[in-house]
């Protein structure tokens, strides 16, 4: 047989084979999307539950495991085409509240929605606290539980040709779960603004915002005035880059992603920092060597528990939770198994 015949055989056997396994199903059903764990965490007042979100097929959903690891169980799941992330527990444990996210498509280009929703651990139910053509991004609750903070964008849109869009025009709102009534607590309509906290002792609100550089803001609830911290520290980036900072347990220091240094790829390199809020002195904190993020501390140990990325620079990440000491010396991976797509 020519090289010729023996091509064109050969790439009829492909085809026949494709469309025997299409007509089998083993490739018309392929699952489609991101299927993995997602960034954000948090932990349980009694340290016993970490709350996260996993995608299947893009569409996250969310579950708890045990902070030390274990098998995991749903708690709620989305419609086809949405997503529950940016979950966090209220100080008693029954609750959790998170971001519903979706993407809605019309002829002209396509808008991203979100509304504040609230899980009732004990009863499975799922209700929803705020419905805004608004984009809201996290919430956090304050220490008593009967408050709930939250950041709302005004705007989702792109300001330059070249960037995607993304919220914008932030400013801060609490919400009385009792009465449902809200309030804005900044008038500000800042470009960005994250990773909002509430200090301890229930007197500050911590989020991080950009003014020429990426700053934290203690936000005092008293009187409304502010202080600016800039974190000094041996940063790759040379001015801090501030991802996802928390105040520990004692309200004494701050630990946040940062850039660490940069790989062969001249790739970001993040890992945590913990900074003293006196001395506003950084220091490095882990030494993965890949993406570091969303440290969450547990309550009643000097431990924390952070996310971390393999696949930082990839298409879709690749998240792992981990816990490490306080002081950076120890950590251990978070094993996760998670139960059939099928059975949740």
């Known amino acids: 047989m020519s090289r010729k015949m023996k091509n064109i055989s050969f790439i009829g056997g492909v085809v026949f084979l494709f469309l025997l396994l299409w007509g089998a199903g083993s ?106 053509s608004d984009y809201i991004t996290e919430a956090a609750f304050a220490p008593d539980g009967e408050s709930l903070y939250f950041l709302k964008a005004s705007v989702y849109q792109n300001y330059s040709p070249i960037a995607s869009e993304r919220p914008h ?65 041996d940063f790759a980036s040379k001015a801090p880059i501030i991802s996802s900072p928390t105040i520990s347990p004692d309200g004494t220091y701050v630990v946040f992603s940062d850039v660490a ?29 890949e993406y570091v993020s969303d440290p969450v501390f547990l309550h009643e140990q000097e431990k924390l528990i952070v996310t971390v990325d393999k696949n930082f620079a990839g298409a879709d990440p690749d998240y792992s939770y981990w816990q490490i000491s306080a002081d950076g010396e120890e950590r251990n991976r978070v094993t996760i198994e998670m139960p059939e797509e099928n059975e949740s």
């Open 261 to 289: 240094a940069t790989d062969e790829n001249n790739t970001f390199v993040y890992e945590a920092f913990r900074m003293d809020l006196d001395t506003k002195q950084a220091e490095q904190l882990t030494s993965f060597y």
């Open 27 to 132: 490739l018309a059903d392929a699952p489609d999307g991101f299927s993995g764990f997602g960034q954000s965490t948090d932990i349980s007042l009694d340290d016993n539950e970490l709350v996260f979100s996993y995608y299947h097929n893009d569409d996250a959903a969310l579950y708890t495991v045990p902070v030390s690891g274990g098998e995991a169980e749903l708690l709620a799941k989305p419609d086809e085409g949405k997503s529950f992330l940016n979950p966090t527990f209220s100080p008693d444990g029954e609750t959790i509240v998170f971001v519903e996210q979706w993407v809605e498509e019309t002829e002209e280009d396509e808008r991203q929605y979100s509304q504040l929703r609230m899980l009732d651990k004990s009863s499975q139910t799922v209700e929803t606290l705020m419905n805004t």
């Open 169 to 233: 025009d932030f400013d801060i709102f609490r919400m009385d779960l009792e009465s449902g009534e809200t309030e804005q607590i900044t008038d500000k309509q800042a470009y960005s603004m994250s990773s909002l906290e509430v200090t301890p002792d229930g007197k500050q609100l911590m989020y991080v915002t950009n003014d020429g550089q990426d700053q934290l803001v203690l936000h005092s609830l008293d009187d409304g005035t502010e202080e600016t911290i800039v974190p000094e520290g």
